[in-house]
Every structure is written in C-alpha cells, then in structure tokens.
C-alpha cells in the first residue's frame, strides 16, 4: 500500500468514527450512522461465520445533506452534514475493510468512537477500565495496606524491620503481657 494510500484511508477512518460520534448527538445523522454501525456489526458477523447476504442488504443508499438550525434576520440557517452519502458511507466501510483497517474502527467502553489500534479512545478510558479489574484492586489494597503499615501504624519500625502482621500482634501481646518493674525493686 502507497503511503499516499495509506493516509488517505487514515482520514478515512478517522472521519468515519468522528461521524459515528456526532450522530449520537445529532438526530439527522443518527439513522444513517446506525445504518453504519449494523453494517460494522453484521461485518463482524459475516467474518465470524461467513454469511454475506446480511450484510450486502444493508449495503442500501440513503441521503441526508443539511439540517434546518433556525432563522437569522429572516434567512433560515441551515448546517451541512456531513455530504457524503450514505452509499458512500458504506463504500467507506468496504474500502476500510478491503485495506484490513476496518478492525480498527471501534466503540470504547465510554461509548465513543474512536479509529485506532488499542482498546480505548483516549488513556483516561483505559486506566478507569485498568483501575476496575479485581486483580489491580487486590493490588492496590496491598499497597495500601503496607503503606499504612511503614508510614502511618504506630508500629511502623515494627513493619519496617519485616515483621509481619501476625509477628506484630504477638510482638504487642507480649509486651503487655510483660509485668512491669517497679521502682525501687
Ligand atoms: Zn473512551
């Protein structure tokens, strides 16, 4: 693939996913993005089990080219959508897929769109997904608990020379257990 190719799809890609995240806010586009989106899903399918005929018949053109925003001095104002026709929309997909990129075009956990490789849209999403994982919980507990133990407990010297915690308690008993001397004995 040409270099020239290649970034030319990049933006592709990068359009495609801009698009598929504007549509959730914007009710015009929504129908023709979720056109897209089944076409996404149903390529997953399609790989997973080789049907085509699903898939093709979403492959359907639609139109939308500009929504009505309200009036200015009499004049109404209009927004463009995005021009490209939903065919072309489509095509997109197709040609993403053809140049084995379409598997990048992924929804992250936070909803979004986003066109890249990796899991997530952006590093906030994956660390708040790093940070839920029982595993990293568990991790962090422990941290947090040999912390408290080296920095905070009033036995912190205690920890510090490797005592576990069940060596501190008996260390502790003892020292109470131990009668105290008394003056002048
Ligand atoms: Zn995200």
Redesign the pocket.
Known sequence: MSSTLKHSLMRDGAFLVELLNRATAEPLLYPRCRAVEQLLAELALSRESDRVEPFNVLLRPHTVTAQLLGWKDGVPVFEDMPTLPESDLMLLVVKLARARLISRVKK?????W?FNRGE???R??WKTNYLAKPKVQQENAKYQMRYFRENLSKYQKLYKRGMTAEQVRMHRKKLKLKPRRRRGS
């Not at 992250?108 to 979004?112: F, P, Q, V």
């Open positions: 992250c956990a936070c909803g979004r986003f997530f849209c952006k906030s999403c």
